[in-house]
């Protein structure tokens, strides 16, 4: 394993333990804004993920891309889902 491949995992792995420590702290209300407000993030890495499967670099790199674009997909769709269900709460009932 070169520096590259190894720098690289220490930085997936550090990111992902970050990650982790940080939503488990984040308080259950907050959820829902934190996501709407990450959608944009989330996009972003979809359109990377785009980038990744149809850069032709492999059958692993492809297949790995796609894991990724129906990953990110799923969560740009939930986040979409979870801040529309977020915003119904908040609007007034009409009276008949």
Same mark, same amino acid.
């Given at each position: ?25 984040? !308080?259950?209300?907050?959820?829902? !804004?934190? %996501? ?49 269900? %977020?915003?119904? %709460? ?7």
């Amino acid at each position: 394993m070169g520096l590259t491949a190894f720098l690289q995992l220490y930085v997936f792995l550090l990111a992902g333990f970050l990650g982790y420590q940080i939503i488990t702290r984040v !308080p259950a209300l907050l959820h829902t !804004p934190l %996501m709407s407000a990450t959608n944009a993030i989330s996009g972003i890495s979809l359109v990377g993920s785009l980038v990744a499967a149809g850069a032709e670099r492999g059958a692993l790199s492809t297949l790995l891309g796609l894991v990724a674009v129906i990953s990110a997909t799923i969560n740009v769709v939930g986040g979409f889902m979870i801040t529309d269900r %977020m915003l119904k %709460m908040f609007k007034r009932q009409e009276k008949k």
